[in-house]
C-alpha cells in the first residue's frame, strides 16, 4: 500500500497507539506503547493526580474528562471506535487484502479475553450487586455495534468506493469452490423470489431478488440483537427488522441508491441507538437469559443462513450467556452443553469449512440440551 513503517503511520497510530496530536503529548510519550491506559480512559492530565486523593470519587474524575467505562454502552462505543472503526480510524478492504485482520467485536467476550484490571461496579463494596451484567453488555453492545456499523456503511456510500468490500460477506466471495451437490451456499438458494409476503423458500426472506454474484451485506451485527430486541423491545424489534430488511435489499443489490442508503442507514443507526436505555434498564435474569439462548437457538436456521461471522456472533452469544446462567449453579447435562458449545466454535475455526446447514443443527441441538 506504499504506507510508512506501522509505528509511523498516522493510519495504523489512529488505532494500534494513543491518537493525539504532538502538543498534547507527555514527555514519555511512546507510540510504542501501543493501545495503552488513556486510549480507553480518556486523557488523564485534568484527573491523573487528582484520582489519588482522599475523599476523591470516580464521578469527580468523569466530570474532569475521563470515559465513564462502567457504563456499558459507553464502554462499548469506546471500544468500536477501533473494533469497527470511526471516521478517522478506518479498516477497509484494501486493508484488509494487505494482510489486516476483518474486524470481528463481541463487547462481553472481548472483555472477558482482557486482563482484568478492575472490579465490576457492582462487585463493589458499596455498589449495587449486578449478577446479569454480563447479558446486560452483550445487549446493550449488540445494539451500540449496529449502531456504529450503520455509520460505516453511510461514510462508504458517501465515499469514492462502493461496494466497500469490508461491509459485506467475507465469503459469499471468499469461499472455496467445491462441487454444487457439496456447496452449502447454492443449497441455500439465492432466493430470487421478488414477493417477500409469500415467500418460504430455504432462505428467510432476506435477500429478496438477489441473484448468484451479488454478494451479501454482512447482518452479523444484526442477527442477535434481533433475538435480544424480541424478548427486550419487541416494539422496537419489528421496526428494526423491517428497515434492516430494506436495507440489506439495497446494500445487497451491488448498485444502489446511494441518498436512499444513507438515508435509511442513518435513521436505523438511530433507531438502534434509541434501543440501548431499555436494553440497558431491562431486567435480566435467569429466566431471561435462557429465553435468548432459546430463541437464538430457535432461530437457528435464519442465522446461520447469514454466513460464517453471523454464526461466530451466535457462539459468542451462547458462551456468554450460559456462562452467566450457570454461574448460578450448574444444570444437568452441564458437561454436555459445555461441549456443544465448543463444538459451535470448532466450526467457525475455518471460514472455507463453514457449512450453514450442519451449524445449524449443532445450534439445533445445543437449544435442545438447555434446561
Ligand atoms: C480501525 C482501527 C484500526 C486501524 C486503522 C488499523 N488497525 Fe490493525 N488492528 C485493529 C484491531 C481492532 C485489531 C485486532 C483485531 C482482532 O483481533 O479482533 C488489529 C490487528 C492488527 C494486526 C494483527 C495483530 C495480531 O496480534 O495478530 C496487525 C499486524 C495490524 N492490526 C496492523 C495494522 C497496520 C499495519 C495498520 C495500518 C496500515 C493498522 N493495523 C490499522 C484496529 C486497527
Ligand atoms: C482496552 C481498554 C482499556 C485499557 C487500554 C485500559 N483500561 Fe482500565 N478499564 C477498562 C475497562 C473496560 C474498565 C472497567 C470499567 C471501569 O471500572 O471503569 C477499566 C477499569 C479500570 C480501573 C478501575 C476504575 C474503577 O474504579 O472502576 C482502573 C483503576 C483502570 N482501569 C486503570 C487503567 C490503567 C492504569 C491502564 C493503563 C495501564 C488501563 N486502565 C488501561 C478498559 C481499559
Ligand atoms: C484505541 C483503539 C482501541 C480501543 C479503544 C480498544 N481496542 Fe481492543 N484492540 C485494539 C488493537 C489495535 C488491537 C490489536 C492489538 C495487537 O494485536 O497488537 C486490539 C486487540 C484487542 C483484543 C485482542 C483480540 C485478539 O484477537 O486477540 C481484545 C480482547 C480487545 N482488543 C478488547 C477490547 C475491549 C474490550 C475494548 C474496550 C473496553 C477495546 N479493546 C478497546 C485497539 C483498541
Ligand atoms: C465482493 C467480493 C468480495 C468481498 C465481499 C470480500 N472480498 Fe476480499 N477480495 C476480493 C477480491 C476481488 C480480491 C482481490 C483478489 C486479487 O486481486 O487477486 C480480494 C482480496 C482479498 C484478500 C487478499 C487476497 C487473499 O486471498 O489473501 C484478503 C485477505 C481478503 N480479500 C479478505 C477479505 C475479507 C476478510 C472480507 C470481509 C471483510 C472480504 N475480503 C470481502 C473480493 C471480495
Known amino acids: 500500500m506504499g504506507l510508512k513503517q506501522p509505528d509511523s503511520e498516522p493510519r495504523c497510530l489512529a488505532c494500534h497507539a494513543l491518537d493525539v496530536p504532538e502538543a498534547q503529548r507527555a514527555r514519555t510519550f511512546d507510540a510504542t506503547d501501543g493501545v495503552s491506559c488513556e486510549s ?14 482522599k475523599g476523591w470519587s470516580y464521578e469527580k474524575s468523569v466530570a474532569l474528562g475521563m470515559k465513564d467505562l462502567r457504563d456499558p454502552a459507553n464502554r ?40 482484568k484490571h478492575w472490579v465490576e461496579v457492582g462487585d463493589k463494596p ?16 449488540q445494539a451500540v455495534e449496529l449502531s456504529a456499523q450503520l455509520n460505516r456503511v453511510v461514510r462508504n456510500a458517501q465515499g469514492p468506493i462502493w461496494p466497500e468490500y469490508a461491509d459485506l460477506d ?7 469452490l467445491t462441487t454444487a451437490e457439496n456447496s452449502w451456499i447454492q443449497q441455500r438458494g439465492y432466493s430470487p423470489n421478488p414477493d417477500v409476503a409469500t415467500f418460504s423458500g430455504p432462505l428467510p426472506a432476506y435477500g429478496t431478488g438477489r441473484h448468484p454474484g451479488h454478494p451479501p451485506w454482512n447482518l452479523s ?10 424478548d427486550v423491545d419487541a416494539g422496537s424489534a419489528g421496526q428494526l427488522e423491517a428497515n434492516i430488511d430494506h436495507l440489506y435489499e439495497l446494500i445487497s443489490s451491488l448498485n444502489p441508491d446511494k441518498a436512499q442508503v444513507t438515508g435509511l442507514a442513518t435513521s436505523t443507526a438511530t433507531m438502534a441507538t434509541n434501543m440501548v436505555p431499555a436494553l440497558k434498564s431491562a431486567p435480566y435474569d435467569q429466566a431471561r437469559t435462557l429465553r435468548i439462548m432459546k430463541e437464538v437457538a430457535n432461530n437457528a436456521d435464519y442465522i446461520t443462513r447469514q454466513g460464517e461471522r453471523s454464526a461466530e456472533q451466535s457462539a459468542m ?30 466450526n467457525v475455526e475455518n471460514p472455507s469449512a463453514y457449512n450453514a446447514f450442519k451449524y445449524a443443527e449443532l445450534l439445533k441441538a445445543l437449544g435442545g440440551m438447555l434446561p
Open 40 to 53: 480507553c480512559h480518556g486523557p488523564a492530565s485534568n484527573w491523573l493526580g487528582k484520582h489519588t486523593e
Open 76 to 115: 462499548a462505543e469506546n471500544c468500536l471506535e477501533c473494533h469497527v472503526g470511526t471516521k478517522e480510524k478506518n479498516v477497509d478492504h484494501e486493508l484488509i487484502a494487505a494482510g489486516h485482520p476483518d474486524l470481528v467485536f463481541e463487547l462481553a467476550s472481548f472483555t472477558a479475553a482482557m486482563p
Open 126 to 141: 458499596n455498589g449495587t450487586p449486578d449478577p446479569w451484567f454480563e447479558v446486560r453488555e452483550l445487549a446493550v453492545s
Open 170 to 176: 467475507c465469503f459469499a466471495c471468499h469461499h472455496s
Open 221 to 230: 451485527r444484526f442477527v442477535v440483537l434481533r433475538e435480544v430486541a424480541k
Open 317 to 346: 452469544t451462547m458462551r456468554v450467556l450460559y456462562t452467566a446462567y450457570s454461574a448460578k449453579g450448574k444444570p444437568a447435562g452441564d458437561a454436555r452443553i459445555q461441549e456443544g458449545i465448543d463444538a459451535l466454535f470448532r
